[in-house]
């Protein structure tokens, strides 16, 4: 725990609340690509997405791996589809935005025999709802904040953004909410991810 | 782009953070990564040579409490430590599987959390929810294997998976060969406990394997009872009418559990604690 308060002691060093007037973000086209660690979607998730609604929503897919040694197991992919809000980002200097809050939600979906769209589709239950939810699937949200830099008009890729995001999921929402004794610290996940675009 | 990875200090204050996610627990692969901290893992191992430090009780008899299902009833689980933790004469406490809900690594963490605090010991039964998505990898990596025995004050502990339906019915679960195996060596035992999840009784047992399971069980002469889980709710009988007694316990949901002293070769006596 310690570690991690140090990783969000220097998050926010690196995101600090000076908050200028906002302005659209100029330049770089409405594609970009993301890669993340963590955050419940792979050790490592590769993707890709486009900017709508004035560049302020980030609809993306997203491809994850966790390698077999972590897997404890075959190998794991997850296709996550992922959307984040990113209601403002003022300027911080002459190339750097601050958003200081980012939202959003995910559908993923865990590839393997060992997970399943439902119970039933297994084969394997005498009766529908065996299990009740979905052991391939998990809905998840999120909140962080992120740092983007915008290069000079004549540069190659053009716009970079990192971001930390604190997440959690389905199946640990209904965990904290059946019972008076978890804590909402307990089922956060930290995700790390940079995006770039032209 | 050149500019702002240039500056040092920015470039310092990423790196030592990357350094401090890798090591940072929050930072999760998947629901599904089975993977523990070092002081989460091994649980069953820590556990027996825990039992192995403490003294053993006087005289020929032997008490410890039964119950299994933990899945998700966190705030009964703390009521449940505090509970045992008042009971006199208690050497550890047996869970009858079914320790998460949905198989998920960090759900057994959070019952470990609180079982660890019990004064006594803790030892678990692998239960099919506990093999749901990858479960059993993190079943084996937080608690340990899926079946094995130890032995204390003269009485062999035979714990064993019997979800059966987890894995298809394929005929090899339970192992019984291997309980038979356990059943058969006496050198030292007193008498016997077979523990597992999935009473042989119940529908989620391997119906091919049940004549063989149970007649194991039939033929073991120090076998005092065998002990399930799965079904919630307290139950003795002689469901085979084979003079073999199956108990099973109450989920942590019932908020009772039951206290069981062994002596001799087969007597013993069940108590039923509310908390």
Known sequence: ?198 | MTSFFSTFSIRFLLGTLLLSLAGCEWVEFSPNDHRAPAEESHLTRKNLARLEQQTLPPGDTLRFVFTGDSQRFYEQADDFVESVNQQPGISFVMVAGDISDFGLSREMRWVNEKLSKLRVPYLTVIGNHDQVANGRAAYQEIFGPLNYTFTYAGTRFIMTDTNGREYNFNGRIPDVPWVEQQLADTVGVQRQVVMSHVPPEDPDFDPTLRPAYTAALRNAPRLVFELNGHRHDFHIGQPFDDGVTYINSFAFEKRQYVVLTVWGQKQFRLKTIAF
């Open chain 1, 1 to 198: 725990m310690l570690r991690c308060a140090k990783a969000g002691a220097l998050a926010a060093a690196l995101f600090p609340l000076l908050a200028q007037a906002q302005e659209p973000i100029p330049g770089a086209g409405p594609f970009f690509l993301t890669v993340q660690i963590g955050g419940g979607i792979g050790t490592v998730a590769v993707g890709g997405g486009y900017r709508l609604a004035r560049q302020q929503l980030e609809p993306e897919v997203l491809v994850g791996f966790v390698p077999r040694r972590l897997a404890g197991g075959p190998a794991l992919g997850i296709i996550t589809l992922k959307t984040t809000y990113i209601p403002f980002s003022p300027k911080l200097g002459q190339h750097l935005r601050v958003s200081p809050l980012t939202v959003g939600g995910m559908l993923n979906y865990t590839l393997g025999r060992r997970f399943f769209l439902t119970s039933q589709s297994t084969g394997r239950y005498p009766t529908k709802g065996y299990y009740w939810w979905s052991s391939a699937v998990r809905v998840g949200a999120f909140v962080g904040p992120r740092l983007t830099y915008v290069g000079a008009a004549a540069q190659g890729w053009r716009r970079t953004s990192a971001y930390a995001e604190l997440s959690t999921n389905d199946l640990y929402l209904v965990s904290l909410l059946s019972n008076k004794t978890l804590s909402p610290a307990e089922i956060l996940t930290l995700g790390l991810g940079a995006k770039i675009s032209r």
